[in-house]
Each structure stands twice: as C-alpha cells, then as structure tokens.
C-alpha cells in the first residue's frame, strides 16, 4: 500500500534536489529549472495530503501552484534572455555588478 | 509487492533520476529534457494518488507549456560557448554536504512525522476525491469535483490567479521586446 510517508519522502528528496540544484549550478537556466523541480515537490507534498484526508483542497492548491510556477517561468527565461542581451551570457558570476 | 507500490516506486524512479539529471548535466539542452523526464514522472504519481485532474494540468502546462518556454529560451541564448566554461559554482562541495545533511536529519523527521499522522489519520476512500453533491444531487468525476470547488469556494483566488497571469504575460512581452543598451 502506498502511504502518505512514501509520497512525502520522495517530495522530499526532490525538494533537496533543486536546493542543492540552485546552490551548485552557475547557469541560470539549469537553477531556473531546479526551482521549478522545489515547486513540483511541493505540489507532490499537496496532493498527497489531500489524498490523505479525501479533502479536494490540496488539489485546487496544487493548480494555483501551476498557474504561479508558470508565471514564474515566464517571467524568469524572459530575465535571462534580458541579460543575455546585456551580458552575451548566462552565467550567474557574469551578473555580479551589486556584489558588495 | 503489490501493483499500486511497484508503480509508485517506478515512477519515484524515473522522477529522482529525471530531477537529478537536470542538476548534473553540464548542457542545459539536456537539463531541459532530463526536467521533461522528471515533470512525466510527476505526473503519473498524481495519478497514483488520484489525482486526475493534477496530472492532466501537469503535463498540459509543466511538460507542454513550460518545458517549450525552456527549450526555446535555450535556442535563443548561445550555450555553446559555455562549454570551456567551469558549470559548478565553488560552493558545490558544501552545498552537497549540507544537501545531504539536510536530506538525512531533516527528511527523516519529515518521513517520522507523516508517518505518525497517517498512523493517526487513516487514509481517506479514494472515491471522496472524486464525488462532490451539487443542489444535493451527487455528481462523479475528479475533474467535476475539483472544478465546483475551484468555482464554488475559490472563486475570487481563481480570478486573481488569471490576472497574476495576465500581469506575467505583459511583463514577460515587455521584458523580451526591450532592447537595452549595454552599460559594460
């Protein structure tokens, strides 16, 4: 039987994934992507709850979730090709100006 | 081992080896399609947990709307270049370590603490996510259950998600088309 510890470990481990993700690279499309895997454990997080409980609400949850990450991506890529534009690059270190 | 659980460790599989291929790999082309591999993965675990409607929207906008926004941003910047380049930042050892860490202390109170709750909350039937009683009439179906919700209970963040949308896709139209001059 699958329980609720099966569906939260995995969010976790894929949590833990795109920190170490966002830490480690230095391209901003791969911490890009990282963040969006963050959101999908998340989501996994929500709807294994819901399925715990048989409440419909981590399921509307998940779909605002979507909606957010997929404003946030759009956002994102048209920032990077922003400075890509600027910079030729897309290399996290390249855009170090306000490093104090 | 019974069906439910060898499906769900299969598509756990295919999830961590997606999401640890988008971290690993060194050109973003094949991040990009070691995260399609990942979003799938997801997507059939959201069917494992009865989650119909999650996974349709899951591979509509994550694997279809999200993924060709990424592939096309790819096309569009110059990675070849980078290639000579080092893709790891300094900080990658510790930050490993602190992800592992993290992964053991943390993820092992978290996996206890789901643990203890589903001990004391039994799992609900799977048919209470897929049932909802409208003018006290019953209707079936995940979607229909979730969509009286969306429009019956969350009506107003509904409306506010769609113009959190609208706003995204001005900025990122205006964000694209302008062309900055270069202050280096």
Known sequence: ?100 | MEPALFFFWAFAAVTVVGAVGVVVMRQPIHSALFLLMSFLGVACLYVLASAELVAAVQVLVYAGGIMILFLYTIMFVNVRRQRTERYLHLQAVPALGFGFLFLLVVGGVVVNEARSLAAKVPAADPKALATTVVDGVTVLGNTQAVGWMLYRDYFLPFEIASVFLLVAMIGAVVLGKRTMERFD
């Open chain 1, 1 to 100: 039987m699958i329980t609720l510890a099966h569906f939260v470990g995995l969010s976790f481990v894929l949590f833990t994934i795109g920190v170490v993700g966002v830490l480690v690279r230095r391209n901003l499309l791969t911490v890009l992507m990282s963040i969006e895997l963050m959101l999908n454990a998340v989501n996994i997080n929500l709807v294994a709850f819901s399925r715990q409980l048989g409440d419909l609400t981590g399921q509307v949850f998940t779909i605002f979730v979507i909606a957010v990450a997929a404003g946030e991506a759009a956002i994102g890529l048209a920032i990077i090709i922003s400075l890509y534009r600027l910079k030729s690059s897309v290399n996290l270190d390249d855009a170090a100006e306000m490093k104090g």
